[in-house]
């Protein structure tokens, strides 16, 4: 999800969450904290919590302490063979596929679990803050068979009402078809390292109409385009760290899915365009001869070449004269299919350079009279393939598709749902969740919020300016303490009304401050590193954390806990400054809990002493040092610190604290220091 939710990054003397202005409040007086009980030390936390389902995939062998996968490490791949007909009078697609299901782990199957999400459209099911934009049947599977056997989608389960199955079943039954998450339990479970064949028979109509209220809740306008995004029974992601993910469908959270192949054939109407993942397998049997010459054309010159044109659309024209055609697309390494469809769309191309590959093909499918949407659409995702190749690492797809409907703000491997307003940020999901596959229905952080980080860098590069992450650290002050703000660690399907912020939003605050540790682009490259190594796979939290402090070279891990597992901020100030002779004493105070490097802006007044140099200060120019302190100082409980200048007899006019903005920070007054003597 996307710039659909994005809220924008906070403003200096408030901020915005979800429609609600708020400002920051007047600071406690200090003998409130006193009678409160409030300790004059604090235990700094230097470890982060290890859940069970990581200590399990530790003592398996298959992720370590590295952050790297583990000489055991594994995952299922599903391959998808789909055929599919969309009727656009009734709105509905009926489809059949078989998926091969590789259980690459060392576990005996004994359960298949289904991801439905269509059935969020059904009236009665669970959902977050997401409203259709009308009720229909949802999905509606009709058969089921698996290794040859089929399953009787009316049987019970065996045993008492409010009985647990027992462990070995005689014959296989299902389980929850009218909700998001189905599970087949099966009598013959799926051996290790074994193949095994799903087939299902489905149909689905497309929800559309007016008062849709969330992506994905509206997928068609009227009866002209159709944008089908989750349409199909997918096969749930089963992994080292808790088995089957079973996390139900709300609406906000997204994805976790098993890469493999996806053959894919959609038959619709004749002079309906299709658009969608992977490559046209069949464009002669589907597009006139001219239209081919035109994307044959596409990757030889970086002016946008019109496929089809408005007067071109129908049959007989770009399209060849069939009663039905049939598109046919097939995809490697991808964890999900996504397209559109409509008899009105135009078709407009154009192509990206990506480092070590070469030209790939951008295609934008759109309605001609919103061209105004696209107009800026290639030279966007253009702008983004090429820059967030060569930030972390090639775009590993041979093409992208951008595809015009209700949902303007959603990705999916190789084709973004969006138009040249979300198309940077669309765009970098297709490195994650596509090419790096987090688990966005629990940890949405490590796919939305790397995102919203790195739109700040590559906006910054479209106008040909550095990136600044200064102050956007210092803001979360200003937020920590609020009630209804979920840790990053907190589930974020149940994420509540600060979903947004939690999963959007709070992640490049936290990128702010541990540039602000570790330096920009020591970071950056450490982030690269990460994405390369993960690339089709899989990581946890912990295998990011701990990654990101070997390659770093540090122990970071008290920045992970305080950042990921709380909602704490450092609330620093100067307390006092005294000088004495040639040395100034800065009292540097610490109200919050978590502990940040101590970061001073030192200025001077004119003069013709001589600034005496110090092993931790820099200076910027001939009347500022900035000193710098790390944040074991803080290590031992202390919420006060004596930061020390030896900076010689030069007069010290002016003293900042945290001046870039980087640390957690409720109220910046207290920061700055002045000297009240007068010349």
Same mark, same amino acid.
């Given at each position: 999800?996307?710039?659909?939710?994005?809220?924008?990054?906070?403003?200096?003397?408030?901020?915005?969450?979800?429609?609600?202005?708020? =400002?920051?409040?007047?600071?406690?007086?200090?003998?409130?904290?006193?009678?409160?009980?409030?300790?004059?030390?604090?235990?700094?936390?230097?470890?982060?919590?290890?859940?069970?389902?990581?200590?399990?995939?530790?003592?398996?062998?298959?992720?370590?302490?590295?952050?790297?996968?583990?000489?055991?490490? !594994?995952?299922?791949?599903?391959?998808?063979?789909?055929?599919?007909?969309?009727?656009?009078?009734?709105?509905? @697609?009926?489809?059949?596929? =078989?998926?091969?299901?590789?259980?690459?782990?060392?576990?005996?199957?004994?359960?298949?679990?289904?991801?439905?999400?269509?059935?969020?459209?059904?009236?009665?099911?669970?959902?977050?803050?997401?409203?259709?934009?009308?009720?229909?049947?949802?999905?509606?599977?009709?058969?089921?068979?698996?290794?040859?056997?089929?399953?009787?989608?009316?049987?019970?389960?065996?045993?008492?009402?409010?009985?647990?199955?027992?462990? +070995?079943?005689?014959?296989?039954?299902?389980?929850?078809?009218?909700?998001?998450?189905?599970?087949?339990?099966?009598?013959?479970?799926?051996?290790?390292?074994?193949?095994?064949?799903?087939? @299902?028979?489905?149909?689905?109509?497309?929800?559309?109409?007016?008062?849709?209220?969330?992506?994905?809740?509206?997928?068609?306008?009227?009866?002209?385009?159709?944008?089908?995004?989750?349409? #199909?029974?997918?096969?749930?992601?089963?992994?080292?760290?808790?088995?089957?993910?079973?996390?139900?469908?709300?609406?906000?959270?997204?994805?976790?899915?098993? &890469?493999?192949?996806?053959?894919?054939? @959609?038959?619709?109407?004749?002079? !309906?365009?299709?658009?969608? =993942?992977?490559?046209?397998?069949?464009?002669?049997?589907?597009?006139?001869?001219?239209?081919?010459?035109?994307?044959?054309?596409?990757?030889?010159?970086?002016?946008?070449?019109?496929?089809?044109?408005?007067?071109?659309?129908?049959?007989?024209?770009?399209?060849?004269?069939?009663?039905?055609?049939?598109?046919?697309?097939?995809?490697?390494?991808?964890?999900?299919?996504?397209?559109?469809?409509?008899?009105?769309?135009?078709? *407009?191309?154009?192509?990206?350079?990506?480092?070590?590959?070469?030209?790939?093909?951008?295609?934008?499918?759109?309605?001609?009279?919103?061209?105004?949407?696209?107009?800026?659409?290639?030279?966007?995702?253009?702008?983004?393939?090429?820059?967030?190749?060569?930030?972390?690492?090639?775009?590993?797809?041979?093409?992208?598709?951008?595809?015009?409907?209700?949902?303007?703000?959603?990705?999916?491997?190789?084709?973004?749902?969006?138009?040249?307003?979300?198309?940077?940020?669309?765009?970098?999901?297709?490195?994650?969740?596509?090419?790096?596959?987090?688990?966005?229905?629990?940890?949405?952080?490590?796919?939305?919020?790397?995102?919203? &980080?790195?739109?700040?860098?590559?906006?910054?590069?479209? *106008?040909? *300016?550095?990136?600044?992450?200064?102050?956007?650290?210092?803001? #979360?002050?200003?937020?920590?303490?609020?009630?209804?703000?979920?840790?990053?660690? !907190?589930?974020?399907?149940?994420?509540?009304?600060? #979903?947004?912020?939690? =999963?959007?939003?709070?992640?490049?605050?936290?990128?702010?401050?541990?540039?602000?540790?570790?330096?920009? /682009?020591?970071?950056?490259?450490?982030?690269?590193? &990460?994405?390369?190594? !993960? +690339?089709?796979?899989?990581?946890?939290?912990?295998?990011?954390?701990?990654?990101?402090?070997?390659?770093?070279?540090?122990?970071?891990?008290?920045?992970?806990?305080?950042?990921?597992?709380?909602?704490?901020?450092?609330?620093?100030?100067?307390?006092?400054?005294?000088?004495? *002779?040639?040395?100034?004493?800065?009292?540097?105070?610490?109200?919050?809990?978590?502990?940040?490097?101590?970061?001073? +802006?030192?200025?001077?007044?004119?003069?013709?002493?001589?600034?005496?140099?110090?092993?931790?200060?820099?200076?910027?120019?001939? +009347?500022?040092?900035?000193?710098?302190?790390?944040?074991?100082?803080?290590?031992?409980?202390?919420?006060?610190?004596?930061?020390?200048?030896?900076?010689?007899?030069?007069?010290?006019?002016?003293?900042?604290?945290?001046?870039?903005?980087?640390?957690?920070?409720?109220?910046?007054? /207290?920061?700055?220091?002045?000297?009240?003597?007068?010349?």
């Amino acid at each position: 999800m996307k710039s659909k939710i994005f809220i924008g990054l906070l403003l200096l003397s408030h901020y915005v969450i979800f429609g609600q202005v708020q =400002t920051t409040e007047t600071p406690l007086d200090p003998a409130i904290l006193k009678e409160s009980g409030a300790s004059a030390k604090r235990a700094i936390r230097r470890s982060i919590p290890l859940t069970n389902s990581i200590e399990k995939a530790y003592r398996a062998g298959t992720r370590d302490t590295s952050g790297r996968p583990g000489a055991k490490y !594994w995952q299922l791949e599903a391959d998808y063979s789909i055929e599919a007909s969309l009727d656009p009078a009734t709105q509905t @697609i009926t489809g059949s596929e =078989t998926i091969s299901l590789h259980n690459n782990s060392p576990d005996s199957l004994d359960r298949i679990v289904l991801r439905l999400d269509h059935n969020i459209y059904r009236p009665r099911v669970p959902r977050g803050f997401s409203v259709p934009a009308e009720t229909t049947d949802g999905m509606v599977v009709t058969r089921i068979k698996i290794n040859g056997v089929e399953i009787d989608l009316r049987s019970s389960p065996p045993g008492q009402r409010g009985q647990q199955a027992p462990q +070995k079943i005689e014959k296989a039954f299902v389980v929850g078809l009218d909700q998001t998450v189905a599970t087949v339990n099966l009598a013959t479970p799926i051996e290790p390292r074994s193949l095994a064949t799903i087939e @299902i028979d489905w149909r689905t109509k497309l929800p559309g109409g007016e008062g849709g209220q969330g992506h994905r809740m509206t997928q068609r306008w009227e009866s002209k385009l159709f944008q089908p995004t989750q349409w #199909y029974p997918r096969l749930a992601k089963y992994d080292d760290l808790r088995g089957w993910e079973t996390n139900l469908y709300l609406g906000p959270s997204e994805f976790y899915n098993n &890469y493999g192949k996806f053959d894919v054939k @959609i038959e619709v109407p004749a002079g !309906w365009i299709v658009s969608g =993942t992977g490559v046209l397998q069949n464009a002669g049997e589907a597009v006139a001869p001219y239209v081919r010459e035109r994307l044959a054309s596409v990757l030889k010159a970086d002016e946008e070449v019109m496929i089809v044109k408005e007067d071109e659309r129908g049959v007989g024209k770009a399209l060849l004269p069939r009663e039905k055609n049939v598109w046919h697309f097939m995809a490697e390494k991808v964890n999900d299919f996504a397209w559109a469809t409509s008899n009105e769309f135009v078709w *407009r191309s154009t192509r990206a350079n990506i480092p070590t590959k070469g030209f790939i093909p951008v295609h934008m499918f759109y309605l001609p009279e919103r061209a105004r949407f696209f107009a800026n659409a290639g030279k966007n995702s253009r702008h983004a393939l090429e820059f967030y190749s060569k930030l972390l690492i090639p775009y590993a797809f041979p093409q992208l598709t951008l595809q015009d409907g209700p949902s303007a703000g959603m990705e999916y491997p190789m084709v973004i749902n969006s138009n040249q307003g979300a198309a940077d940020h669309e765009t970098f999901h297709q490195w994650i969740p596509m090419m790096v596959g987090t688990n966005e229905t629990r940890y949405g952080w490590m796919d939305e919020g790397f995102n919203q &980080y790195s739109n700040i860098l590559s906006n910054a590069d479209t *106008r040909g *300016r550095p990136f600044d992450l200064d102050r956007l650290g210092q803001n #979360y002050g200003r937020i920590s303490g609020n009630e209804d703000e979920p840790m990053m660690m !907190w589930n974020a399907n149940y994420g509540g009304t600060f #979903y947004g912020f939690q =999963t959007y939003n709070k992640a490049p605050l936290m990128f702010s401050m541990l540039g602000g540790i570790v330096g920009d /682009d020591a970071m950056n490259a450490a982030l690269k590193k &990460y994405v390369e190594t !993960w +690339k089709f796979k899989h990581p946890s939290p912990w295998d990011f954390t701990f990654f990101m402090n070997k390659e770093l070279g540090r122990d970071l891990n008290w920045f992970w806990y305080y950042w990921l597992f709380t909602t704490e901020s450092v609330n620093g100030s100067i307390k006092e400054v005294v000088s004495q *002779r040639d040395k100034t004493r800065v009292t540097v105070h610490q109200a919050g809990e978590m502990p940040s490097p101590v970061v001073l +802006k030192v200025e001077f007044a004119s003069g013709s002493e001589k600034i005496k140099a110090m092993p931790n200060a820099k200076m910027t120019d001939d +009347k500022t040092a900035i000193v710098r302190w790390d944040e074991d100082v803080w290590f031992n409980g202390d919420r006060d610190f004596q930061a020390v200048l030896d900076l010689g007899k030069r007069k010290i006019i002016k003293i900042t604290l945290d001046p870039f903005g980087r640390f957690p920070d409720s109220d910046i007054k /207290d920061n700055v220091w002045t000297s009240k003597k007068v010349e």
